[in-house]
């Protein structure tokens, strides 16, 4: 009998940030595959939510029916554990990077979102995560011991991201896509810029403006006080058809984040024919092998510049690199193979229910 799937997530889910387009994705990867997946929205705020939506979010769980419950882990982390306990349907808890690993939280805030995320994995019949490192984390310091945690990255679509029709530009150009808070490094990336400001170049960088709106103050304040106002075009938030179309015009796609659960824009870039310059924080090494980029220590704004300018000053390995990057995209799971493993593991926690 096939089984009735629950997905339960916070906020909007037609956010343009990695782990909604993972959701999205999944679910509809799942409904291909002709199983019945149904949404349940969790309310607004997380991971800093009211005591009103945690209320309101743990009454929705325990009212839900199905056969399996997957929670976003964005939601999740920060509901109590007692009142996950009241749930009676089993959760699959998917844990896109732990909330305690963002990047600006005080030491205080860190070790309570730590204390939260570790007591709600105890309610959990398994953990869904992107990546094996993020695997590693939670297995080491999150989930119980005798809780399974199981991998299932993001699909590609190469058909989509790969094949472009290159248009070459006067000068080199570099673009990043991400959104734009502390975590994704963009103050790095300024830096660096910066420091080969010497060498010609433009930048597109693509990621809303407004969901962290002093995140994008400090960015337009770090590229004009650096000299780059006229260098670097700031997009906000656009479609998967404009990145992809910006891609088809960039030479390198740089993108300085001081930790990732995966990392899907790494992928696609890649499978746009990109090299990467970026850094190896959390998953990326997971995602972008030696030969397709080159990753420096997180927060590394001077050997983020010298990949930068080796990049920027050398067409023939930029091409090397980006047929390298195409070869590393062409071995991502699609779509349907992730639906697989998370199909997989829904049998295995309804079997155990």
């Given at each position: ?18 782990g ?56 999740y ?62 297995r ?18 190469r ?40 060498r ?23 590229i ?52 990467v ?8 090494p997971d ?16 050997g ?24 590393a995209?062409?071995r ?10 998370v ?5 295995t ?5």
């Open positions: 009998m096939m089984s009735e799937i629950v997905f339960a997530y916070p906020g909007d889910l037609q956010t343009l940030t990695g909604y387009v993972y959701d999205r994705q999944l679910i509809e990867a799942l409904r291909a595959t002709g199983q019945k997946v149904r949404t349940l929205a969790l309310g607004e705020g997380f991971p800093h939510p009211d005591a009103a939506t945690v209320a309101t979010a743990i009454d929705r769980l325990a009212a839900a029916t199905g056969d399996v419950l997957i929670v976003d882990g964005l939601a982390g920060r509901l109590p554990a007692e009142g996950l306990a009241r749930v009676g349907v089993p959760m699959i808890a998917l844990v896109h990077h732990p909330l305690a690993l963002e990047t600006g939280l005080s030491p205080e805030v860190a070790a309570a979102f730590r204390a939260d995320e570790r007591a709600a994995l105890q309610e959990c019949a398994a953990v869904l995560v992107t990546s094996p490192h993020t695997a590693a984390v939670v080491a310091d999150f989930a119980p011991d005798n809780t399974p945690v199981t991998v299932a990255p993001p699909g590609l679509d058909a989509f991201w790969g094949g472009l029709t290159k248009a070459p530009e006067a000068v080199p150009r570099v673009v990043s896509v991400a959104s734009i808070s502390p975590r994704k490094g963009f103050d790095v990336l300024v830096d660096a810029l910066a420091r080969v400001a010497d010609p170049f433009a930048v597109d960088i693509v990621g809303s403006l407004t969901r962290d709106p002093n995140a994008a103050a400090v960015l337009k304040d770090d004009a006080e650096r000299g780059l106002s006229h260098r670097v075009t700031l997009h906000g938030e656009a479609p998967d058809t404009v990145i992809r179309t910006l891609y088809s015009r960039a030479d390198v796609f740089a993108l300085a984040s001081r930790y990732e659960g995966f990392g899907m824009v790494f992928a696609e870039a890649m499978a746009a024919g990109l090299p310059v970026g850094c190896r924080g959390g998953a990326v995602v972008v092998p030696e030969e397709a980029g080159v990753l420096v220590a997180v927060d590394d704004a001077p983020f510049a010298e990949a930068l300018s080796h990049l920027l000053s050398d067409a023939g390995r930029r091409a090397q690199m980006g047929e390298a990057a195409k070869k995209a062409d991502c799971l699609t779509w349907p193979e992730t639906a697989a493993i199909s997989d593991l829904i049998g926690v309804r079997a155990q229910s």
